[in-house]
């Protein structure tokens, strides 16, 4: 259901974009969370730890123990609970304690097309892309001294689709959102770059190439039409004190090739990709941009509930 700005903001109040609102955070690549690891993460002020136990269940705890307050990231994993190490209390994925009263506040946690993505409040439907059986590969995550607000409302920038990946609308894009939940955009674009990664894109589309995507807050998922098959992407962001960690995922359809395919895929999303990251780094957002797509843009992430 597309809600419109009068419907969201009756008074004419314009609220700030959400920091932390609530949904799914990825905050690391399934791969380098390996049994026995545990890593730290702040989301919203909560600082929490992340693990794996023997078993390879991963699990995320508040950071401080039930029991003194002791912080978890020095504890250490044995079997399938996470050993504080001041008083050696052992806690499982669920929270519970053996033999104690008390539980730890355990976080929803999920597996995802090799990422790990962790819940921020609220029953925000997990972000998808692609189809279940899509086979999935994963880029190092990438810093960027920008803002996840800037790193989103890129993917829904126009003009940009022009001037930085030389695509052009086939067209005109269908934009669409559900408040509190996610914000839609569908567009048919050709190539008209020249990089040796356009040649390959135009090649395989036959120079048509259909998208959708969607923006889940700080999550964006990407499903592509060539034509003779589809791929997909998923991008988590992190919000970090130098501005966001950056996480990719990217998938195909099972088949013959997987590996090169898969290999190509890749590819051709990361060199899309890193176009925009050379052009946003110390990005500054302004909402006052005289662009319909975007205003609507703003008017979604405002209906996020903060976390
Ligand atoms: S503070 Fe963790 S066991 Fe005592
Ligand atoms: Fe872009």
Not at 258 to 279: H, I, N, P
Request: aromatic share 8%; net charge positive; charged share 25%.
């Amino acid at each position: 259901m597309v809600a419109s700005v009068t419907d969201l903001f009756p008074s004419g109040a314009r609220k700030a974009l959400p920091e932390w609102p609530q949904g799914w955070y990825v905050v690391a690549r399934s791969r380098d969370l390996r049994p026995g690891k545990l890593l730290r993460v702040t989301l919203a002020s909560q600082e929490i730890v992340v693990f794996r136990t023997a078993a390879g269940r991963p699990g995320a705890l508040d950071a401080h123990c039930p029991h003194m307050g002791a912080h978890l990231g020095l504890g250490r994993v044995r079997g399938e609970h996470l050993e504080c190490r001041l008083h050696c209390w052992r806690i499982g994925v669920d929270g519970r304690i053996p033999a104690q009263q008390k539980t730890a506040r355990a976080w929803n946690l999920t597996e995802r097309a090799g990422l790990v993505m962790l819940e921020s409040g609220g029953d925000r439907a997990l972000p998808a892309a692609g189809e279940p059986d899509f086979l999935w590969t994963c880029t190092r995550p990438i810093d960027v001294g920008a803002h996840w607000h800037a790193l989103t409302a890129n993917a829904f920038d126009m003009p940009h689709l022009t001037t930085v990946h030389q695509r052009e609308l086939v067209e005109p894009p269908k934009v669409s959102f559900e408040a509190g939940q996610h914000f839609e955009m569908e567009y048919v674009t050709r190539v008209r770059g020249r990089g040796a990664s356009d040649r390959v894109m135009k090649w395989l589309s036959r120079n048509r190439i259909q998208a959708r995507m969607r923006c889940h807050g700080p999550m964006v998922t990407v499903d592509t039409d060539l034509g003779f098959t589809r791929t997909a992407a998923m991008i988590g962001m992190l919000p970090t004190e130098q501005g966001t960690r950056l996480f990719g995922a990217f998938g195909i359809l099972p088949g013959p090739l997987g590996g090169l395919r898969l290999a190509v895929t890749r590819w051709l999303f990361a060199s899309f990709l890193e176009r925009d990251l050379g052009f946003v780094e110390g990005m500054h957002l302004r909402t006052d941009v005289d662009d319909e797509i975007l205003q609507k843009f703003f008017d979604y992430l405002r209906t996020l509930r903060r976390a």
